[in-house]
């Protein structure tokens, strides 16, 4: 059993310093994990006893269908200093700002065509992280629990004595500059650049600032949960191992301080007056929790004599949809490793998908565009619009020294659909848009009849 101390609320930190408490985990994709911050709060041999320890409360959070196959099946069981329905009061609606939901289509104007963005400054203004969220794209329909959403988020201060959860789905946070503390009903979980965090659909949560203000990406997954992709002749081992990633161990707050919660519920956003924290649960066991990942950890595998895989075969996190072999979002990653291949064009090669491609930038320089797509940024592939190397990176690849190369200090992601994405407003608005980005391509000169040797 896995014992943690309580979070000592009396002593939090200032949002740009870092906090006195260190979160702690257990490890493993998809467990059964039992943890208490309280010696005998968890329940032995049964999940709701006449009366439960501590005088708390049991309460099961279920993150899908009663009827789930065992395999798909994910719920918790909570104990708690008061169950949920004592969480809020009345809602009221309120402007949701600049995130959407889909379907959310006829806000942007401009034309179809592949699309980049430099990076978004921080703005010089409080915003927690719920009010720093802003939408890129969105796909598919929420109320119908498919598809997803891409979104930016920017944080300038800490939440505090605000909480939110978001009942149209699971959110996977990509900070791309500085860290966030995740403080959860499950646990404490801290995410730095190069690591991702996954909170589940209904989980209550709060976000402090651990390092400065905060930017990043998050992608909104309406569908079925992210799961680890299947290796098939991969065998048992390399890509993301399950034995890295990690689930907070309980960590409660007894607080009778007012704030407030706020719901995102089938696009819209709520708030509800609360008088104490929410974040009460000294006990749990189940397979439904938060979670973060290393990116790091990631063990690529690619062509050891020539041509180069499919993009897929980076696939970190995907959420499968009714189709067989179709996400409904698959989260892929470009991560440092070797190129070796023989007589090939190392670059990812051109090509036209079905799936549609939403990719950001956390650190260092991707291989296929060396100019122009830099940290903070992000790009848009659609459905079926041709992309690949720039001109430049086309010259490089298909006259450099085929010797072993190194790709050191990059990660790039990215977030990849079988649904169309379609622009917000704010992403059609912004002014770091690179209204030039297709030129990139315009270098890119005919050569037929040049070279007949070939390959």
Known sequence: MTYAKPIDTAARPQPASTPT?????????????????????????????????????????????????????????????????????????????????APST????????????????????????????????TAGDANAQTGMAAHLFHATRSMENQYAFNADGEMMIVPQEN?????????????????????????????DLISGPAR???????????????????????????????SPVAAYED??????????????????????SPLD?????????????????FSPVSAVSFDHPDPSIYTVLTAPSETAGTANVDFVIFPERWAIAENTFRPPWYHRNIMSEF???????????PHGFTPGGMSLHNCMLPHGPDAEAFEHASTAELKPVKLTNTMAFMFETRYPQHLTGYASRLETR???????????????????KGS
Not at 27 to 54: C, D, H, I, K
Not at 67 to 85: D, K
Not at 183 to 205: L, M, S, Y
Not at 218 to 238: Q, S, V
């Open 21 to 101: 408490y260190m979160p702690t985990y257990m490890t493993g994709f998809g467990n059964s994990f039992a943890t208490e911050a309280l010696p005998g709060a968890l329940p032995v041999g049964r999940n709701s006893p006449q009366r439960v320890a501590y005088g708390l409360y049991a309460e099961q959070l279920s993150g899908s269908p009663f009827t789930a196959p065992r395999g798909a099946n994910q719920r918790s069981w909570l104990y708690r200093i008061r169950p949920t329905v004592r969480h809020h009061g009345r809602f009221e609606p309120i402007d949701a700002g600049l995130w959407r939901t």
């Open 359 to 369: 990719m950001g930038l956390i650190y260092g320089q991707y291989d296929a565009k």
């Open 434 to 452: 690179q209204d030039d980005y297709a030129d990139c391509w315009n270098g890119l000169q005919k050569k037929f009849g040049l070279d007949a």
């Open 179 to 207: 860290g966030l503390r995740l403080r959860t009903e499950f646990g404490v979980i801290d995410v730095t650049p190069g690591e991702i965090a996954v909170i589940p659909r209904g989980v209550i949560f709060s976000v």
């Open 216 to 246: 990043g990406y998050i992608c909104e997954n309406y569908g079925g949960a992210f799961t680890l992709p299947e290796r098939g002749p991969i065998g048992a081992n390399c890509l993301a191992n399950q034995r890295d990633f990690l």
């Open 106 to 137: 006829g806000e942007s104007e401009l034309p179809i065509g592949q699309l980049r963005w430099s990076p978004v400054p921080i703005p010089d203004k409080p915003l927690t992280f719920i009010q720093g969220i802003a939408t890129m794209t």
């Open 255 to 276: 607080k009778e301080t007012p704030g407030e919660i706020y719901v995102k519920w089938c696009g819209r956003l709520y708030r509800s007056k609360i008088g104490h």
């Open 281 to 297: 649960v000294v006990a749990w066991h189940g397979n439904y929790t938060p979670y973060k990942y290393d990116l790091r950890h």
